[in-house]
């Protein structure tokens, strides 16, 4: 199905890209039915830690109840709070904190039905040594056991080489630890899908959809270096069954909904070109 990541359907906050749109986090649902997205990917962030339904038993029944009304799922959530609070170049202490902190997260995860968890190493947590590489690989198999307690997958978002993203999803060994592709991610970074899917493409859960200039920030699809007829190509190779997420760059304040349809439909024309539902 295709969704959206959350906020992209509101005006930005405080000049932010990306964050739990704090106050105005309801009217996504109506907004995301109106753009015939079939669900949303929710944000956890510091910046809304405080607000965030997710956190409240209200505000979970408060987010199942839209979901329903509107059709629009949540069936994944971006853990950009491990982006402040990163789980690499911490003390011990730190690291075991922000450990609980995501076992806790997974389980709210499980409470509402949310299937995967999103969890990005790159920019402030990106992982560069080898030690660092180590060390998440240690920490993450350790939670696989809360995983498989909880149902829900974790989805590792790096900015590693497609061949050391490979080996640390080796030393996880575990199925319910995939890939989340970012097509802009690796765009600025200068991989080439064809060269990802052949180190790690059989372990790809979930798909981000941007596009960005080679070391350069997001720009709107197709005008960046993302060689999305390739991904798709991919993709279809590879006969990838789960979400494309538009995280696409934001278009003109006020005008949300119109974008997104847009975005939707590039999408769509894509699947459509390389045969999509894949068989």
């Not at 609070?85 to 690291?95: K, M």
């Not at 997260?105 to 999103?118: D, W």
């Not at 390739?230 to 995280?247: K, P």
């Not at 934001?250 to 119109?258: A, C, H, I, K, S």
Request: glycine share 8%.
């Amino acid at each position: 199905m295709i969704a959206i990541m959350q906020g992209r359907l509101l005006p930005p906050v405080e000049n932010r890209i990306q964050c739990f749109p704090r106050g105005r986090w309801q009217e996504e649902f109506p907004r995301a039915a109106r753009a015939g997205l079939e669900a949303i990917e929710w944000i956890y962030d510091q910046y809304g830690a405080d607000v965030n339904p997710i956190a409240t038993d209200d505000g979970s029944s408060e987010i199942l109840q839209l979901s329903e009304r509107y059709g629009v799922q949540v069936r994944s959530l971006c853990a950009d709070y491990f982006m402040d609070w990163p789980l690499v170049r911490a003390r011990p202490y730190e690291l075991d904190d922000r450990a609980q902190a995501l076992v806790r997260l997974l389980g709210t995860c499980a409470s509402l039905g949310i299937e995967r968890l999103v969890l990005p190493f790159v920019d402030a947590s990106r992982i560069d040594t080898e030690a660092e590489l180590n060390q998440v690989a240690g920490l993450l198999r350790d939670l696989t056991p809360v995983l498989e307690a909880n149902k829900v997958e974790l989805h590792l978002e790096t900015s590693l080489p497609p061949a050391r993203f490979a080996n640390l999803l080796s030393l996880i060994a575990h199925p319910m630890v995939r890939v989340n592709y970012d097509a802009g991610n690796s765009a600025s970074l200068g991989y080439a899908p064809r060269s990802e899917f052949t180190a790690y493409g059989e372990h790809v859960g979930s798909v981000h959809i941007k596009d960005r200039v080679l070391g350069g920030s997001t720009v709107p699809l197709g005008q960046g270096d993302a060689d999305l007829e390739e991904l798709f190509a991919s993709l279809a190779a590879v006969r990838y069954a789960g979400d494309f997420v538009l995280q696409v760059a934001r278009g003109t304040p006020g005008t949300e909904v119109e974008w997104a349809i847009k975005n939707r439909e590039f999408v769509a024309k894509q699947l459509l070109t390389h045969g999509w539902p894949w068989t």
